[in-house]
């Protein structure tokens, strides 16, 4: 009996973390930006899809996980070049971070320099295929990666609800 209850206990649980980490299928850039923008699966088209192939996914010591192959994405910084900033100089960009929110609360940032001012920029994607398997279909439909990381399961983000553009104190 006491094993029936363990197992209700943790069906309860898995039910429960599933309720919090829901599919998305779009997410909306807000924060310090002229008009808030939501971006859906059908947005995305309509970018310059880039092939990725393959990619190690390591922990935070850098120890193997897992291989994603058959990647395909579109690059975060062609996503955001209809978004305009609320600045009031160039100078001021480099003032700004972004904040990528999964659905679970999970969180990953990035500066504008970082991607518009290095290479990491190059190669931070929304994933619009993985294994061969197109984003409306993914279980965890929008994904972010960063692939030049060097430890890429730190930023390796599923199920984007929102990107909050902030600004330093």
């Known amino acids: 009996m006491e094993f029936k209850k363990w197992m209700l206990c943790l069906l ?4 429960t973390a599933n309720v919090f980490a829901q599919q998305t299928k779009s997410f909306v850039i807000s924060g310090v930006v002229a008009k808030e923008q939501t971006i859906n699966l059908d947005s995305l088209k309509q970018y310059k899809v880039y092939n990725i192939d393959s990619l190690n996914v390591t922990s935070h010591t850098g120890s193997f996980k897992h291989k994603d192959e058959k990647l395909k994405g579109v690059l975060l910084t062609d996503v955001l070049s209809h978004t305009k900033f609320n600045v009031s ?3 001021l960009l480099s003032e700004l971070y972004f904040v990528c929110v999964a659905s679970d ?6 500066s504008w320099n ?3 001012n290095t290479t990491v920029g190059e190669t931070v994607y929304l994933l619009v295929e993985k294994n061969g398997i197109a984003i409306n279909a993914m279980p965890e439909s929008i994904q972010m990666l960063s692939a030049k990381d ?6 390796y983000l ?7 553009v902030a600004k330093a104190p």
């Open 12 to 15: 309860a649980i898995i039910s």
């Open 89 to 91: 100089s160039p100078k």
């Open 105 to 110: 609360g999970y969180k990953v940032v990035y």
């Open 114 to 116: 970082e991607l518009y």
């Open 150 to 155: 060097f430890k890429t399961g730190r930023r």
């Open 158 to 164: 599923h199920n984007l609800s929102k990107i909050i």
